[in-house]
């Protein structure tokens, strides 16, 4: 049964995962177009953002998740893990899109505030760090899924352990500078 419910926690929030990871991973492919979010403006001497938070990282993380909604919904569509499935993926690109910019806002609200109490980018700041893409996930999804709250606390646990698990793995493969 714990099994189940954190395989479901895990399939629904695929789209945000891979929003989440998609600025690491096209960072290399596209190194030419890091054009930061914040356009390098600063507020009280210190930068809004910071560079590490580029346009392409958020495109293409809402892109990622769109990509990854579809695939659930071709899976879905063909009866293929329905019993993990805790939607109806019919309407995957607003899920993926939903998904991913929560996920992207979430990531950018938290590096706002992490800037602000002069956190260097890359710093660890347990637990947002790990929580701040689910929870943009989840409150941009709320208006169209609303979660029990034994899965809202799965989603929260689960994604906490396996970010702190991937970036460390990221980081020991040379994939992240950092293991935060």
């Given at each position: 049964?714990?099994?189940?419910?954190?395989?479901?926690?895990?399939?629904?929030?695929?789209p945000?995962?891979?929003?989440?990871?998609?600025?690491?991973?096209?960072?290399?492919?596209?190194?030419?177009t890091?054009?930061?979010?914040?356009?390098?403006?600063?507020?009280?001497?210190?930068?809004?953002?910071?560079?590490?938070?580029?346009?392409?990282?958020?495109?293409?993380?809402?892109?990622?998740?769109?990509?990854?909604?579809?695939?659930?919904?071709?899976?879905?569509?063909?009866?293929?893990?329905?019993?993990?499935?805790?939607?109806?993926?019919?309407?995957?690109?607003?899920?993926?899109?939903?998904?991913?910019?929560?996920?992207?806002?979430?990531?950018?609200?938290?590096?706002?505030?992490?800037?602000?109490?002069?956190?260097?980018?890359?710093q660890?700041?347990?637990?947002?760090?790990?929580?701040?893409?689910?929870?943009?996930?989840?409150?941009?999804?709320?208006?169209?899924?609303?979660?029990?709250?034994?899965?809202?606390?799965?989603?929260?646990?689960?994604?906490?352990?396996?970010?702190?698990?991937?970036?460390?793995?990221?980081?020991?493969?040379?994939?992240?500078?950092e293991?935060?």
């Amino acid at each position: 049964m714990v099994f189940i419910l954190i395989l479901k926690a895990f399939y629904f929030m695929l789209p945000a995962y891979f929003a989440n990871m998609a600025p690491v991973i096209v960072k290399k492919l596209f190194n030419k177009t890091a054009v930061p979010v914040d356009f390098n403006k600063k507020i009280n001497g210190k930068p809004m953002l910071g560079k590490n938070k580029t346009w392409r990282g958020l495109m293409f993380g809402i892109l990622f998740a769109i990509v990854v909604a579809f695939f659930q919904f071709l899976l879905f569509k063909n009866n293929f893990l329905l019993k993990i499935s805790l939607i109806d993926y019919s309407n995957w690109l607003l899920f993926g899109a939903l998904m991913g910019s929560g996920a992207m806002i979430g990531d950018l609200i938290k590096s706002l505030f992490k800037r602000r109490l002069n956190y260097e980018p890359g710093q660890s700041f347990i637990p947002f760090d790990q929580i701040d893409f689910v929870a943009g996930a989840l409150i941009f999804t709320y208006p169209i899924i609303k979660l029990p709250l034994e899965m809202l606390i799965t989603v929260i646990l689960l994604s906490f352990i396996l970010d702190i698990a991937i970036n460390h793995l990221s980081y020991y493969f040379k994939i992240r500078s950092e293991k935060w």
